[in-house]
């Protein structure tokens, strides 16, 4: 094997301990130095800083260190041959490095030092005695001690650390960078945060850059006075934003799998069912082999075993989809319809600036239940993997939202027809609630980490007698600690924070396309709002949040059929507000500028359906790549089974001569 070149080595975990305190404490066998010296037996490189209020383990890992633990974890990687193939450290010159240098992804060395971490257990003939806070326990012979410790709440935390060189350079090239516009480093945004984040922020970035079309077709369709021709712009601003839409979702799942081709992730990765990440399960809760035994393979058909297995399935989704979508019939629609119509007969400002507080208390309230219902009712459902239990997820709790969202808007446009208080929800909406979402997203966690300084600060002050002397925060490890963490508004078990801003995009998206007649102008203040949003939320993730926990992900998953389905509900409320328009007399009679409005509504949901087969899905190059691989390497594989079986042949020959010779 040749020495491949040595990557350089970060600190990439930090674990959180309590302060020591040596007059107390046995140094024989106290936890701290039994942890710090079973990291050093794995192999990791060990550095220990005290904090203010505790004291932090920082891990690095070798790259000998982390290619040993992808072997024992069987991690499959790419080959120069095109194949994905169990990683071999011995055989390390076969694997193709990342885009950046390294061998392995983020991703993937988080999988090791969890494995490294988590793996650590009592290989010794009898039991360790371990004190903490002066009490003492015991660590099992083959009991894993790392949580152990978190039992006894010993080890506060583990986390991924900022790699500051790397951070430093995404700050100045990406979250700084206002100049490149929509411009953005992916591949460096992937090899810091994975591939989630990274095809999220491509999205955005190819979302807004695609924006700038509508947006100057709606303030050309807003300035301009076309005279004779004013009743024709809108029908054909109304089809050119649809056959846009339509395009864009084609085209992204372009890129989509452009990027996956250069990233070297094929469309099976996942997490292993039962994979834990520093705390977390993820993973299928009921894998086929788990299906075989519990309904007994030795009795019963393979074939029928799967197949009741898939259809009971099948049959918890529906009842759990039943049970939400008759939850925001009979209990979200009557509520959302009172505000909107209390709204709308209400006279004074300040009656109307009152029910929107209490609405937007009690409906915060409400989506925070839905939410967490629907989380305890995926627990239930028989879906194959994590990435399936996210997207079901997300399909139930946007719901909630969509109602929310949509319905005092529909209320005003589909009863009362009224086309001014309309667009005066729309510019609220979009103007005043994306603006203030904006600040609240990259203030909140400020205000958050402020204040968990604040308590320690306080508590120290109270351990020492004093309240005079100001306490700093020297170490940068102790300052993400106590940064918040990206997760989700619904919970971190199945999805991390960008669930929120997957959620805002969606909505936003909603809003535009469906009112798209009613408020052309709506397209230009999103672009710019999805401008500021790539910056922002770079921000956010680099300097005011702990890094994230990476998350392996192929797609946008769910959200992209939720454009989907949004585009198609814009055709069908588009039509109907261009048949308003025209219908001045509201007698609804089929004329044949209306007759012309249906017309458009069939072809345009034909074009959205059949423009999938015009465009592929997938370059051309990107195809060709991989049928080249496929081909090499069923080349390499066939030679390599002709020489087997020739070598076998020929041993069987010996065997068979030397056998005579005997007789």
């Keep these: 094997m040749n020495i491949i070149e040595e990557e350089q080595t970060a600190f990439e975990i930090g674990v959180v301990v309590p302060k020591r305190n040596v007059e107390e404490e046995n140094e024989d066998c106290n936890c701290l130095e039994v942890l710090v010296d079973e990291f050093t037996k794995v192999g990791f490189i060990v550095e220990r800083v005290q904090g203010v209020a505790d004291e932090f383990i920082k891990l690095a890992a070798p790259l000998e260190t982390l290619g040993r633990a992808a072997a024992e974890l069987k991690l499959k990687k790419r080959t120069h041959i095109g194949m994905d193939l169990q990683f071999e450290w011995e055989e390390v010159d076969a694997f193709v490095k990342q885009h950046d240098g390294s061998l392995f992804s983020w991703f993937e060395r988080f999988h090791c030092?969890?494995?490294?971490?988590?793996?650590?257990v009592n290989?010794?003939?009898?039991?360790?005695?371990?004190?903490y806070d002066g009490k003492e326990f015991c660590w099992e012979v083959g009991e894993n001690l790392v949580p152990k410790l978190e039992s006894v709440h010993f080890i506060k935390q583990?986390?991924?650390?900022?790699?500051?060189?790397?951070?430093?350079?995404?700050l100045k090239n990406w979250a700084l960078n206002w100049w490149d516009i929509t411009d953005q480093p992916i591949d460096e945004i992937y090899s810091y945060f994975g591939a989630k984040i990274a095809i999220y922020f491509a999205f955005l970035g190819m979302y807004t850059r695609w924006m700038f079309f509508p947006a100057a077709f709606a303030i050309t369709v807003q300035l301009i006075d076309f005279g004779s021709l004013q009743l024709l712009v809108l029908p054909i601003f109304f089809i050119g934003i649809i056959l846009w839409a339509v395009m864009f979702s084609q085209f992204w799942k372009r890129k989509n799998s452009a990027l996956l081709a250069r990233w070297q992730i094929s469309y099976s990765v996942g997490v292993e069912p039962g994979y834990k990440l520093l705390g977390m399960e993820w993973g299928s809760l009921q894998t086929p082999v788990k299906a075989l035994r519990k309904w007994g393979t030795d009795k019963t058909n393979e074939k029928e075993v799967y197949q009741r297995s898939e259809w009971f399935g099948h049959l918890l989704r529906f009842r759990n989809d039943a049970i939400v979508i008759m939850s925001i019939i009979f209990l979200q629609l009557p509520f959302e319809l009172a505000y909107a119509h209390l709204y709308e007969v209400i006279v004074s400002d300040v009656m109307k600036f009152g029910l929107t507080a209490v609405y937007l208390f009690a409906i915060q309230r409400f989506t925070r239940i839905g939410g967490k219902i629907s989380v305890k009712l995926i627990k239930y459902e028989n879906n194959e993997t994590a990435e399936k239990r996210a997207d079901s997820l997300v399909y139930k709790v946007f719901g909630l939202y969509f109602m929310q969202t949509y319905i005092g808007v529909f209320y005003h446009a589909l009863l009362h027809r009224n086309f001014l208080t309309l667009r005066q929800v729309l510019i609220q909406r979009l103007l005043i609630s994306e603006v203030l979402e904006n600040l609240l997203e990259n203030s909140l966690p400020y205000l958050k980490y402020s204040y968990k300084k604040y308590r320690v600060r306080k508590k120290k002050r109270c351990e020492k007698g004093s309240s005079t002397g100001k306490i700093q925060f020297s170490s940068r490890v102790e300052k993400e600690y106590l940064k918040p963490s990206y997760t989700a508004s619904i919970g971190e078990e199945l999805e991390d924070g960008l669930f929120?801003?997957?959620?805002?995009?969606?909505?936003?998206?909603?809003?535009?396309?469906?009112?798209?007649?009613?408020?052309?102008?709506a397209f230009a203040f999103a672009t710019l709002n999805n401008i500021t949003e790539i910056r922002t939320d770079a921000l956010k993730l680099l300097a005011m949040l702990k890094r994230p926990v990476p998350r392996a992900a192929t797609t946008i998953g769910a959200w992209l059929n939720i454009f989907q389905f949004l585009i198609v509900m814009s055709i069908c409320t588009n039509c109907a507000f261009l048949a308003w328009f025209y219908d001045h007399e509201g007698k609804w009679s089929i004329e044949p500028g209306l007759a012309i409005i249906l017309v458009i509504e069939h072809i345009l949901l034909l074009i959205k359906f059949g423009f999938s087969r015009f465009v592929p899905e997938e370059p051309a190059w990107v195809r060709a790549n991989r049928v080249k691989n496929a081909t090499q390497a069923q080349d390499v594989c066939s030679k390599q089974l002709l020489r087997t079986i020739s070598g076998g042949r020929k041993m069987f020959g010996k065997v068979k001569e030397s056998e005579k010779n005997d007789l």
């Design 123 to 131: 290989k010794s003939k009898s039991a360790v005695t371990l004190t």
């Design 500 to 521: 929120d801003d997957c959620l805002e995009l969606a909505l936003q998206f909603g809003m535009i396309m469906m009112f798209a007649c009613a408020f052309p102008l």
């Design 113 to 120: 030092y969890n494995h490294l971490i988590y793996g650590i």
């Design 158 to 170: 583990v986390f991924p650390l900022h790699d500051e060189i790397k951070r430093k350079k995404l």
